[in-house]
């Protein structure tokens, strides 16, 4: 049990046949984050058995990210003792409704300058399908929002909502869904025309740390210079060595598990333009996912052509690495217009398929402020990397 546990709360949720009686609390015995997890894989773990499941998120539960309290479990069970819980193997309340924080690293820019703060993501939202339209998944994230807010510590959190706009009544804003797909053609250019770009070289997962660190001191220089009006706060959350590894972490045991093999390349690098890109695979899903471009540092006019191709290379070399694994195509999030012209190039020169589209339905970022505060917000980069 971890010292800083918060209280148990009871809660009365009016229902439509009388009141319901939960207990909101952390689960941190390991029967009830055993619980949570079977009913987290129920609603989330569809392509892996039950067992799998429960073995991924003890993986998960061990990486940097996640370990201490950095990976908290809310629930709330039945407020009598084993009420409702009809599995024998099972000890203590039924948990009817979950979800996790998972905590995350903030850069910010405001009227008070550039820094770094505490924040979260929240995932796993789910109610026990016996137990759902009853508001509790309602009632447990407004005490996950209070608990963020006061001890938590965060000033702010961001989600990714599979149910459109549910979670915009609870104070969460829906952000930007824009991505690009590249699809991988059936047989790519000859080596001539690729000879056009800078060369790239591909990255293993040991040579990520000290990027993701040049990374984050290069956005925080770009978010200092930001031209940004006053009214407006700029936001990201940042691409930490341990951020881009927990997905690749994730990936690979997705991979072992589902197609029995595990890609070694993480990404690429182009050294001359001092740019470079992490992916990382599912290969069950034959798709191939862009997690963060980081861009060359110096972008003029002059050198817009550069960029373009040195952008270009890098997600060339993703298109490649997909049909090495015989995946079918590469996606980005919210791609700027530096990407967005790096597609264009390879659409022209290469014959690459793109595909610009904004998701409606699926992981949608959202983002709720400390108290439910609502300010103008730039979310930039919001790159599939700061996805849970
Ligand atoms: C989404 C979910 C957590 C809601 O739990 P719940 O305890 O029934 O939620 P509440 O009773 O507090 O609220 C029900 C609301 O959820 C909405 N909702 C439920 N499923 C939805 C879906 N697939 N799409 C859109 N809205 C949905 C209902 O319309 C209702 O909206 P309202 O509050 O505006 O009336 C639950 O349906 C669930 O576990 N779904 C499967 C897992 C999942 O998809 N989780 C969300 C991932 S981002």
Known sequence: MTTD????????????????????????????????????????????????????????????????????????????????????????????????TLHRDLLIRDERGTRREQGYCLCSVVTDDEYRGRGLASVLLGKVAEWMDGEGGAVASMLYSDVGDFYVSKGWDMLDALQSTLTVPPSLAPGEKSAKLPTTRLLDADEIPALAERDIQDLETEFRNADLSPDTTLLTVL????????????????????????????????????????????????????????????????????????VGALLLSAVEEAARWKTTKAVIWNPGPEIRGATRYLAEEFGIGVEEERRETKNIPCLRWRGDEKKRTRVWPNEYYAWS
């Open 5 to 100: 546990q918060p209280p148990t709360i009871p809660i009365d949720v009016p229902a439509r046949h009388g009141l319901l009686s939960v207990l909101f609390s952390e689960a941190v015995t390991p029967d009830t984050r055993l619980q949570c997890s079977k009913l987290s894989g129920s609603a989330f773990g569809k392509s892996l058995s039950a067992p799998q499941f429960l073995e991924r998120e003890a993986l998960l539960g061990t990486h940097p990210l996640a370990v201490g309290t950095r990976w908290r479990f809310w629930n709330l069970t039945l407020a009598e003792a084993s009420a409702g819980n009809d599995d024998d193997n099972e000890e203590g309340a039924k948990v009817v409704a979950l979800c996790k």
């Open 239 to 310: 691409p930490t060595p341990d951020m881009i590894s927990w997905l690749q972490t994730r990936a690979d045991f997705m991979n072992t598990k589902l197609a029995g093999q595990t890609p070694k390349a993480k990404g690429s690098i182009c050294e001359s333009a001092g740019a470079w890109v992490y992916w990382f695979h599912d290969l069950h899903a034959r798709k191939l996912t862009i997690q963060r471009v980081k861009l060359p540092q110096t972008q003029t006019q002059a050198g817009e052509l550069a960029t373009i191709q040195a």
